[in-house]
C-alpha cells in the first residue's frame, strides 16, 4: 500500500487550490503539449498546492486506449510541475483520475504512481449499477494500492447518486484521504460530511468542494451536524472552476483561511462575491444546457487569455453552446475582479518557452 507523505498529508488537510487540469488540443485535435505544459506551469505559477490530472476537465475519453493518451498526459503534467518547482521547492500534490472497472482503476493506479502521482481521484461513474457492497469492494481495492481521493460526482455529467449509508462505510477505508465533494447538491453535500462525523474521521479525511456552483459558501461554512463537538470545514477545492482564474482562486482561500484563524470572516464580502463566482460558473460551465459546453468553455476562457489555442475537445459533438461565447464575455466584464488576466499576461510567454 503506498501512503501519503506527512508533509503532503499537512498539506492537504490545511486546504489547498487543485484544479483540475483541462487538455490543451491543437485544431486537428493532438495533444498540444507547449499549451499543455504552459497550462501546468500556470497553475504552478498560481500557487497552486497540486494538480488534479485526468478527471473530468481532462476529458475522460483520454482513459479510452484507442485514444492512447493517459500515459503521455499524466507523464507531461508530473514532469512539468516537477521541473517548473524545482528551483523554489515547496509541498504540491498530484492526484491521477482513476475510472473504469476494478482491474482497470487498478492498472490506472499503477500508472499513476510510476508518473509520480501521490494519489487517485477515484470516480465510481462506470460502475452505474453496481451495489454498494460491490462500490465498496472497488474502493478498498484501488485504496490497497494508492491513497485514494473519494469522488462525489454530479449526474448531470456522468455521476451517480451515492447516498449517506455509502459514504459512512467509505470513509472507514483507512487509505482514504480526502473526498471531493462535488453532487451540486446541498443535501447529498451534507451527506458526505456527516459521514465523516459520524465516523469520526473529520481530523484525518480532508474535505474539498468540487461544487463549482457553491464554491465559496462551501469555504466558509462550519458545518455543526449530529452533535458534532466541533464544527466541520470543507479546506480547500479541487475543482473545474479553477482551472481558469488560478491566481484568484490561490488569493480568495489564503484570505478566507487568514480570516478564519482571526475568527474575523467577512460573510457579507464574501457572500456577494460567491454569488458572482457562480454567476461566471454559470456561462463557463453552460449551466442553462445542462452543462453540455462545461469543458469548451473552460477552454473559452484559457484561450482569451492565451493559453490554448482552441476550444476543441476529444469529442467533435462536445462544443460551445451558441449562446455561451456571449455568457462569458457578459461575466467577464461584469466581474473583472475575479479574473487574473494581467497576471496572466505578466507571466504567458515564459510558461509557454519555458
Not at 476537465?57 to 514532469?79: K, N, R, W
Not at 462500490?135 to 454530479?154: K, M, T
Not at 470513509?171 to 465516523?199: G, M, S
Request: aromatic share 8%; net charge negative.
Amino acid at each position: 500500500m503506498t501512503t501519503l507523505s506527512s508533509e503532503l498529508t499537512q498539506l492537504l488537510r490545511k486546504g489547498v487550490v487543485i484544479p483540475a487540469h483541462p487538455l490543451a488540443l491543437t485544431p486537428e485535435r493532438a495533444l498540444d503539449v507547449r499549451y499543455q505544459r504552459a497550462l501546468t506551469r500556470y497553475y504552478c505559477a498560481a500557487g497552486a498546492g497540486g494538480v488534479a490530472v485526468g478527471v473530468h476537465t481532462t476529458q475522460f475519453e483520454i482513459h479510452d486506449p484507442a485514444v492512447g493518451l493517459l500515459e503521455p498526459v499524466l507523464a507531461l503534467a508530473s514532469q512539468t510541475a516537477d521541473e517548473h518547482l524545482r528551483d523554489t521547492p515547496r509541498p504540491f500534490i498530484k492526484i491521477a483520475g482513476l475510472v473504469g472497472s476494478t482491474a482497470q482503476a487498478l492498472e490506472e493506479a499503477e500508472l499513476a504512481l510510476h508518473c509520480g502521482y501521490h494519489a487517485g481521484l477515484l470516480s465510481l461513474a462506470a460502475l452505474r449499477t453496481a451495489t454498494d457492497e460491490e462500490l465498496l469492494a472497488h474502493c478498498r481495492a484501488v485504496a490497497d494500492r494508492i491513497p485514494v481521493v473519494g469522488f462525489y460526482l454530479q449526474p448531470a455529467v456522468g455521476g451517480r447518486v451515492l447516498g449517506y449509508d455509502f459514504w459512512r462505510r467509505f470513509v472507514e477505508i483507512e487509505n482514504v484521504v480526502a473526498i471531493k465533494i462535488a453532487p451540486f447538491n446541498r443535501y447529498q453535500t451534507l451527506d458526505v460530511v456527516r459521514a465523516v462525523v459520524a465516523a469520526g474521521r473529520q481530523a484525518e479525511i480532508a474535505l474539498y468542494t468540487g461544487n463549482d456552483d457553491n464554491i465559496v459558501a462551501d469555504l466558509l461554512t462550519d458545518f455543526v451536524l449530529d452533535g458534532a463537538a466541533q464544527p466541520v470545514r470543507i479546506v480547500g477545492g479541487l475543482l473545474g472552476q479553477w482551472a481558469v482564474w488560478t491566481r484568484r482562486a490561490v488569493e480568495m482561500l489564503k484570505t478566507i483561511q487568514e480570516e478564519r484563524a482571526a475568527g474575523r470572516p467577512d460573510y457579507q464580502k464574501w457572500l456577494a462575491y460567491g454569488a458572482q463566482l457562480t454567476d461566471a460558473n454559470a456561462a463557463i460551465f453552460d449551466a442553462a444546457r445542462s452543462y453540455r459546453g462545461c469543458i469548451p468553455g473552460i477552454h473559452a476562457v484559457l484561450q482569451a487569455q492565451g493559453l490554448m489555442q482552441s476550444t476543441h475537445t476529444l469529442n467533435p459533438q462536445e462544443v460551445l453552446s451558441p449562446t455561451q461565447l456571449g455568457e462569458i464575455a457578459r461575466v467577464c466584464a461584469a466581474y473583472p475582479q475575479l479574473a487574473d488576466d494581467l497576471f496572466v499576461a505578466t507571466h504567458r510567454q515564459a510558461w509557454l518557452d519555458e
